[in-house]
């Protein structure tokens, strides 16, 4: 019986050990094993243990009221801090809109008070920014640097100008001015057209010419100028030379130009005349080419008539004697005369008429070729701007009228045709009508000195 209770009380020892609850204490030492060897020594280990766990229970009881007072008294604080933050909220939020209507009746009382001053400071910010912009855009920058950027924090300003910002801006406005009546050498920044920089000496006529290596040049901001593609025609280009090279004091006639910059843009956005002719297309080529043969013909035909007029001219005056040359028409003429001393009248004037007539064809070689080029050269205008103007509405069908520059193309060559057309024939007819009138001075003296001879050979009979 003994070693039965003792055999139970072993297994419930053993199993109160498994399963009581570990203490702070318990992880920092494990506890003795038991070495008891009576029941009472072992019962007294059980006594103990059960103290031991209570002493844990209560220690954990106690820790776990403190951390839930520490909790309470931790929400307790947050909760009064959102307290004072909502109340002092509402304080701010009923500052800020005193402030506002304080601020209200301040900028009433503000404006009020400045009067006429508001408008004047309205102004002089306009005034500002109209300088700034002008001064941006100003040949003389590339000499006055740096002078817009106190301007513009004038123009932007939403308060009173200081006494400094309006000295500055009645200083800029002066400066400006003054240099605007200056003809000044100094060096400065040039872009080249390769978009590389070079520094050299610029002459600039006021506010709008600026001159660099005796060419014009175009100021391109941020205090540089630039190089032109292309230069304005020669006759401004000569002007240009003048100022140039001349020195200080000298009077000489300088291109300006007062738009500041924009009517030399359109000198070079103006074609050349390459490019006018280039606008014609093949019609225009061909054009220009039937001038050029029809005014060398014209001309050569001109100049052959003038000598065998003024030839037959001298013969004339010369006499008889002179015609024994038979290279000319009158004395081939004469020789026909001279071969028919006998002849009777009718016969003698059907033969000088004969030689009239083979003198004509080499007296009026040419000539209608000349009326037939001054004819054609109008009608392959009239061609080129029927084309030019097909090109246009095909333009105006695929793209329609939003952009002119698509139908620029056929216009132009439209109306380069029809110029060249005209240009052409003018000329060429004006030169024709030159070269019949010598041909029919020439047939006409022919004729005269015909009928003289059957008149002197009528009168022999």
Do not use: C
């Amino acid at each position: 019986m003994m070693k039965f209770i003792s055999t139970g009380l072993m297994a419930l020892f053993l199993t109160l050990g498994a399963f009581a609850p570990a203490t702070a204490q318990d992880a920092k030492a494990e506890k003795p094993k038991s070495d008891a060897v009576t029941l009472q020594q072992l019962l007294e280990q059980v006594r103990q243990g059960r103290v031991n766990d209570n002493s844990d229970f209560a220690a954990r009881e106690k820790e776990f009221r403190d951390n839930r007072n520490r909790q309470k008294t931790l929400l307790t604080r947050t909760q009064n801090a959102i307290k004072r933050e909502e109340a002092r909220s509402e304080r701010l939020e009923k500052s800020f809109a005193d402030n506002e209507v304080k601020l209200a009746e301040l900028e009433g009382l503000l404006n009020e008070r400045l009067g006429v001053y508001g408008e004047l400071f309205g102004i002089v910010r306009q005034v500002a920014g109209e300088t700034k912009a002008q001064i941006d855009e100003s040949v003389i920058s590339g000499e006055l640097k740096d002078r817009s950027a106190p301007l513009a924090v004038l123009a932007k300003t939403k308060g009173l100008p200081e006494m400094a910002q309006l000295e500055y801006l009645w200083f800029a406005l002066q400066e400006e001015m003054t240099a605007q009546g200056e003809v000044k050498r100094f060096t400065g920044e040039v872009v080249n057209l390769d978009g590389s920089l070079r520094e050299t000496e610029i002459l600039r006529v006021g506010p709008f010419t600026a001159l660099a290596d005796g060419q014009f040049i175009r100021y391109a901001g941020d205090n540089r100028y630039a190089d032109l593609g292309r230069q304005p025609p020669s006759r401004f280009g000569d002007a240009a030379d003048d100022v140039w090279d001349g020195d200080a004091g000298d009077l000489v006639a300088a291109p300006i130009d007062p738009s500041r910059g924009a009517i030399l843009n359109l000198f070079l956005q103006m074609p050349t005349l390459f490019e006018r002719v280039n606008q014609g297309g093949l019609v225009g080529y061909i054009i220009i080419v039937i001038g050029l043969f029809g005014v060398g013909l014209a001309i050569e035909r001109i100049i052959r008539l003038t000598l065998v007029s003024r030839q037959v001219k001298m013969q004339m005056s010369a006499g008889k004697a002179s015609l024994k040359d038979g290279g000319s028409p009158l004395a081939r003429v004469w020789a026909v005369y001279q071969a028919n001393p006998k002849t009777d009248i009718e016969t003698l004037e059907l033969k000088l008429d004969d030689a009239i007539l083979k003198e004509m064809p080499a007296l009026e070689k040419h000539l209608a070729l000349l009326k037939l080029l001054s004819g054609v050269a109008p009608l392959l205008g009239l061609l080129g701007t029927v084309t030019g103007m097909i090109l246009t509405f095909q333009a105006i069908t695929l793209f329609g009228t939003g952009d002119p520059k698509l139908m620029a193309g056929g216009i132009s060559q439209a109306l380069v045709t029809t110029v060249l057309g005209l240009v052409v024939a003018i000329p060429i007819l004006l030169l024709h009508s030159v070269a019949a009138t010598r041909s029919r001075e020439i047939v006409q003296i022919l004729e005269e000195q015909a009928a003289g001879l059957i008149a002197t050979h009528a009168e022999s009979k």
